[in-house]
């Protein structure tokens, strides 16, 4: 006895809401899987990016003189040391480029980001300038 149109069409119905099911299922994992490492494994550089006068004025600007670079040792290292890089080609609007990096010596936790990226204060990023640039922090996580 072959089934009928209608049992056709039920298992077909129940055979798409089984694969939206686990497909969906399969989704909320993944995606609680990824929050749950960004969440708990911290990032260990810190790299300075050189931006656009434009885009510094969008946050909070924070002139480095030599007070700022004995509270920021950091940006001291990259901006003042043997890594930093001045040379690149020129800048198009919201164009940004890579100065320099160094290993923190320490696991980034939420101190170290209000420290160097977000102003606690107005909850925009940090922009620092120095000898008329203008550069701001990112993290990256090492395997």
Known sequence: MTPSSHEKSTRL????????VIGGVLLGCYVAVASYIAATILPDD????????????EGVVIRLDEEMFR??????????????????????????????????????????????????????????EYEGRYYRVGTVYRD
């Not at 950091?74 to 040379?87: K, M, N």
């Not at 696991?107 to 980001?113: A, D, L, P, R, S």
């Open 13 to 20: 119905k129940r055979y798409l809401i089984a694969v939206v």
């Open 46 to 57: 810190l790299l300075l990016y050189e931006v656009m006068e434009e885009t510094a004025r």
């Open 71 to 128: 509270v920021l040792p950091v940006l001291d290292t990259i901006l003042r040391g043997e890594g930093h890089s001045t040379t690149g080609g020129p800048y198009h609007t919201g164009d940004i480029r890579l100065v320099g990096s160094v290993e923190y010596p320490e696991k980034i936790y939420q101190g170290t980001i209000d420290t160097y990226i977000i102003d606690t204060e107005t909850g925009k990023r940090k922009y620092f």
